[in-house]
């Protein structure tokens, strides 16, 4: 079978990637090759995985027609130099490196590469983050679209300019972050109430799921629903006031704001 997809770099993110893929089924697990640092890492994935595993990067590139790199910014150069002279005439190479952008790319690999930035969040190890796709001038339609489902695999994903990914990283990149802190406060303040802390946690988790969930599948505006629940004189709507008052909207857009300013000081 022809090899379709080679992952190099068998990190958290990357080990997510593969599983997700070959976990939909959208590709099978002996038309893909994932690359690690060590035999004895690359013999544990090909066990857990149930595809080829390597610890050469060059044998797991050659003659991939989608080679996924998911190692950490700065080895981006030396990952290049190793596979730029194998890669296959129509290959497409997918970064998932931060701020390496696809200039940079281009510079490593040629400008004749196909290739893709891609910014992927940490709900995607549990079959649900949210990726941001941009394509270099090289990729056909038809390119973007297979990387885009293969993205699709663990979460969802949308092809957005290359200038937006500062706004990617602020928003979905580092967001969980953000997130994360809200629910703590929520659940410290059932804590404060007398909620024991595994039910504060649950009570807080849950209530962040199912209100995105119900965002996503109805279409319904975040506003309409928080005016939903804000009945007149009621509890809700006092503890917006409060919010407001203390200036959660303003602290977020701020925080996110301070997040793609560092990406772009980065890159």
Known sequence: MHKELALIGCGAMGTAIVSGILGAGLLPPEAVTVSTHS??????????????????NTEAARGAKIVFLAVKPPLIPEVAAEIAPVLAPDAVVVSVAAGVTLERLEELLGSECKIARVMPNLPAMV?????????????DTEEVDRVKRLLEGFGKAEVVPEGQMDAVVAVS????????????????AGVAEGMPRGSAYTFAEQTVLGTAAYLMETGVHPAVLKDRVCSPSGTTIAAVAAL????????VIEAARACARRNRELG
């Open 39 to 56: 035999p004895v890492s690359a013999a544990r994935l090909a066990d857990e995985l149930g595809c080829p595993a390597t610890a050469d």
């Open 127 to 139: 079959g649900a983050g949210m990726s941001a796709l941009s394509p270099n001038r090289q990729m």
């Open 244 to 251: 407001e008052e203390r200036g959660l909207r303003s602290a």
């Open 173 to 188: 990149g580092s967001g969980p972050a953000y997130v994360c802190l809200f629910i703590e406060a929520l659940a410290d």
